[in-house]
């Protein structure tokens, strides 16, 4: 799909979603990119500086959950496609306010949707003429998937068994989305990535928490005893893999993107101040700062995603892995933090 006519991206200042466009315009000079965001804490205009007033992309304030603004969108612009990244996605966040994550997740994906399918299509299974190619594309997450042993994997084929009102709410999403394809014909893709990091992450995640914490001889605090296992995503390689799978997917096909780099979170936390203590000494070692507090309740043990589809498929592969990756994102976040 070698779209150069408008896309819309959904929560483009979010961390995922202003990386990836940096990452798309970069790789696709000629698209000309709506970034639709309302701007609530986790978005941060800020990151997209260095595109601002670039003659392929425009910044609009607004909330997917708004249907009237979302089909005056539309009408505007006649997008060929939509990257759908917009969603709450804090777990600790959705055990203590729910219905956000519900209103989000569920209500903004379904506005997105309809709206595109009216405009596209004139009825099931039909595209109209200048629309055969347009495409919808739904970021979501491994967290759908529930809890891991201590071995296996998520593959595309695993049931669903979300543990938080975050995950679930991201689960209804997904079948709203499978269901488009199934029973209007709706060219629609699915991503479910696992936990990213890398530069512009917002603070409240836990690698800019430890490092945030660090820099400020602060506490750093680890749920649990810090032996929940996550597969760890250098952000630049999951934009390369939605690229990859908004291009070249096949319709109505979900691929999982996941970094191959399983990691406890004490292990990241021991990690980040063994750097810290080589490249900004103090003395005493990072370490002594890690702390033990109480686990959140509904914890999942361990997430790990089997790629081997996308990479197959698509010849995916990721550049970065853990111990590269980190190096990268703490650099980052010192300049950041030294600014």
Not at 237 to 250: M, N, P, R, S, T
Request: aromatic share 12%.
């Amino acid at each position: 799909m070698k779209s150069k006519t408008p896309i819309l991206i959904s929560g483009g200042a979010g961390f995922i979603g202003s990386n990836f466009i940096k990452y798309y315009l970069e790789q696709h000079k000629h698209t000309y990119i709506v970034n639709l965001d309302k701007l609530t804490y986790a978005g941060e205009l800020s990151n997209l500086d260095e595109i601002t007033g670039k003659h392929n992309y425009t910044f609009v304030k607004g909330d997917i959950c708004d249907r009237n603004l979302i089909n005056e969108l539309f009408n505007h612009y006649n997008f060929q496609g939509v990257i759908h990244f917009a969603a709450e996605s804090h777990v600790d966040n959705s055990i203590e306010g729910p219905e956000a994550f519900v209103n989000t997740n569920v209500n903004g994906t379904f506005n997105l949707l309809d709206v595109a399918r009216n405009h596209w299509m004139g009825k099931p299974h039909t595209f109209k003429d200048k629309f055969k190619n347009s495409r919808f594309h739904h970021i979501s997450t491994d967290e759908v998937y529930g809890s891991l042993g201590p071995s296996g994997l998520f593959t595309e084929k695993t049931p669903y068994a979300p543990n938080s009102p975050y995950s679930a709410s991201k689960a209804s999403s997904d079948f709203l989305v499978r269901s488009y394809f199934h029973t209007y014909g709706m060219n629609v893709v699915t991503t479910n990535c696992s936990n990213n990091y890398g530069p512009m992450q917002h603070n409240e995640k836990l690698i800019p928490t430890i490092i945030r914490k660090a820099l400020l001889g602060e506490k750093i605090p680890i749920y649990g005893d810090g032996k929940n296992i996550r597969d760890w995503l250098y952000v630049e390689d999951h934009c390369k893999g939605i690229d990859l799978v908004f291009e070249k997917g096949k319709p109505g096909e979900t691929y999982n993107i996941g970094g191959g780099n399983e990691r406890t979170n004490l292990y990241i936390a021991e990690k980040i101040c063994d750097i810290l203590d080589q490249i900004k000494p103090q003395s005493n070692s990072y370490k002594n700062l890690i702390s033990f507090v109480k686990d959140r309740p509904g914890h999942d043990f361990r997430y790990a995603i089997d790629a081997s589809k996308i990479s197959t498929e698509l010849d995916w592969f990721a550049n970065e892995n853990f111990e590269t990756g980190i190096k990268k994102t703490i650099t980052w976040y010192l300049e950041k933090y030294n600014s």
